[in-house]
């Protein structure tokens, strides 16, 4: 029979359920909503970590050390290499440079130094890395390549300063991933509770479609499409609140923040691609419970 | 129509409510399905919808085995046999107009089609003049009425009656009655439930009686009639 009248009906079923118990029904739509404004915040959180780690990175500097015995030329043929394999920028500190900048940093005690008899510092490569070669895995791999380079006497970078930071982004994104997990998984089991709800309060209804011959799917349909509207409407509202948060709050953080992160941390708090992800998640979550409702509780 | 071979029915733990049932009725029929109460008659019309399957024994309803029926075929039969429930199941928050429509709603009928055949239906049962109401609002006869609409609003082939005179004075008994026999007349095939002997007298049909889950007794109109006479 006809598809549109169909639709028309699954649409007003579900209306009147949303209408019938506003109560149970807002409390779902609070649950996706609280949820997905908390995926929201850490994606925020996320970003601001990984613009951390970006800025702290880009102090991440490789020192490679020459052999003392190489002459001029062999010096620049190794700072070619170098360059090649590391793809980023490459700083020649001759050892009087590099001396008088140990001086200077030892302050007093540079003094002692002048006492040398000849200068025992190699020359040295200054290698700024590039962005995307600024994770432990690629710089370990970067210095074991350049350790194996010939005229090399030896490379040097923070090598565990590197790790560590790494590993507590790492630890903060996993611990973060469970979290969301956790959330999502109690989402699903209070919106799949209120359409256990909504069921119970229409099995009279339901009944009564089954022995007039209603199929299975005519009668989920209306709570499917409950929950998908639950779904996108706590989506909705998670993204109003981002969105809130950020003008309210966004340019008081970028400022407290800036001194960290540099300038253009103020980014708006809620882009497309966000909004277009937690309506998804949103639908996925409405969908989910209600799917979990269905198979559970209307065994028709 | 509806053949019943060799059918049983038990619920777990209790000795069988029917045993070895067989029936035919024949498409345009009108049978009355008689017998004390407790005797099965709401059973056997639960098996011919399937709201309840059968223990032992082969149903067919229209040609198909329904002993062997897929669960998803279940409602498409359910849609050639209008049912009025002995407890009426009526959405009490639904008006009389709604409670009809359900039927045409769960088929997907358009909604001014649906209108249209349920205010032709509430006049073949007289209560145009009630559609906007609520059946808790109506009279026992008239929520009976309702019901029959229901069940026949989508033009079943068959049509099953469960005590449809239940708790009604003689006068709606009457007029209920003259409802499902001009249904009849008009090509369904009809069986009713009822444990009212003077209704059985006056209708002079074809009576299948039910005692402790058995078929007593079968007579067909004509020597159910004699037997009145008698
Ligand atoms: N769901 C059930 N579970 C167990 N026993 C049932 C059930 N439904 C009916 N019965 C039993 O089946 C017998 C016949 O019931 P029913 O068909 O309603 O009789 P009638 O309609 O002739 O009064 C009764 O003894 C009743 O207790
Ligand atoms: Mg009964």
New interface residues.
């Given amino acids: 029979m006809s598809a549109l009248s169909k639709v028309t009906y699954f649409c007003r079923s579900a209306a009147v359920g949303l209408k019938h118990s506003p109560f149970v029904h807002f409390i779902a739509v609070t649950t996706i909503a609280i949820a997905l404004f908390s995926a929201g915040m850490a994606r925020g959180a996320a970003r601001v970590l990984d613009n951390l780690l970006a800025s702290l990175g880009g102090e991440v500097e490789v020192t490679v050390y020459l052999s003392p015995e190489l002459d001029a030329d062999e010096v620049h043929g190794v700072r070619a290499r170098v360059l090649a394999l590391s793809g980023g920028e490459v700083t020649l500190v001759s050892p009087d440079a590099a001396l008088s900048r140990l001086r200077a940093e030892l302050g007093d005690l540079g003094e002692a130094l002048a006492e040398l008899p000849e200068n025992p510092l190699p020359v040295s490569l200054e290698l700024r890395v590039p962005p995307e070669r600024r994770n432990p895995d690629a710089l370990l791999a970067l210095a074991k390549a350049l350790r194996a380079a010939p005229g090399v006497a030896g490379v040097d970078y923070g090598e565990a300063a590197v790790q560590r930071l790494s590993a507590i982004a790492r630890a903060l994104r996993f611990g973060s991933l469970v979290a969301f997990a956790v959330v999502l998984g109690a989402t699903v089991v209070i919106v799949a509770a209120t359409l256990q709800l909504a069921i119970y309060s229409r099995r009279g209804e339901i009944e009564i479609q089954k022995l007039v011959g209603a199929t299975d799917r005519f009668v989920k349909a209306p709570f499917l499409l409950e929950g998908l509207l639950q779904g996108v409407l706590g989506a909705a509202v998670a993204l109003f609140g981002l969105w809130a948060f950020g003008r309210v709050l966004g340019p008081t953080l970028g400022a407290l923040f800036a001194f960290l992160l540099g300038p253009g941390v103020a980014a708006p708090w809620v882009e497309p691609r966000l909004a277009l992800e937690l309506l998804c998640a949103g639908c996925g979550l409405g969908l989910g419970g209600s799917f979990v409702a269905v198979g559970r509780f209307l065994r028709v | 129509m509806i053949q019943f071979f060799h059918v049983y029915k038990a619920y777990p733990g209790d000795p069988p409510v029917l045993s070895d049932i067989n029936l035919n009725v024949e498409k345009g029929e009108f049978v009355f399905l008689t017998g004390p109460s407790g005797a099965g008659k709401t059973t056997l019309l639960k098996l011919i ?1 399937c ?1 309840e399957k059968a223990t032992k024994g082969q149903i067919l309803v229209g040609g198909r085995n329904i002993a062997r029926i897929r669960e ?1 075929a279940v ?5 050639n046999i209008g ?1 009025v ?1 002995q407890d009426f ?1 009526l ?1 009490p928050h639904r008006t009389v107009e709604d409670n009809v429509s ?2 045409l ?7 001014a089609e649906a209108r249209e055949k349920v205010r032709r239906m509430l006049k073949l049962v007289g209560l145009e003049h009630k559609a906007g109401s609520y059946p808790l609002r109506l009279s026992g006869g008239e929520q009976q009425r309702v019901v029959i609409a ?1 069940a026949l609003v ?1 033009d079943p082939t068959i049509l099953l009656a469960d005590e449809p005179t239940g708790n009604l004075d003689p006068a709606l008994t009457v007029e209920i009655m003259d409802l499902l026999t001009q249904v009849n007349v008009r090509g369904t095939t009809v069986m009713v439930a009822t444990h009212d002997a003077t209704l059985l007298s006056r209708y002079q049909k074809r009576t299948v009686r039910l005692e402790r889950g058995q078929i007593v007794s079968d007579e067909d109109g004509v020597k159910a009639a004699r037997r009145m006479v008698v």
């Fill in positions: 919808f709201a998803s409602p498409y039969l359910r849609r049912v429930f199941k959405l359900f039927t709603d769960v088929l997907g009928v358009p909604r229901r989508n």
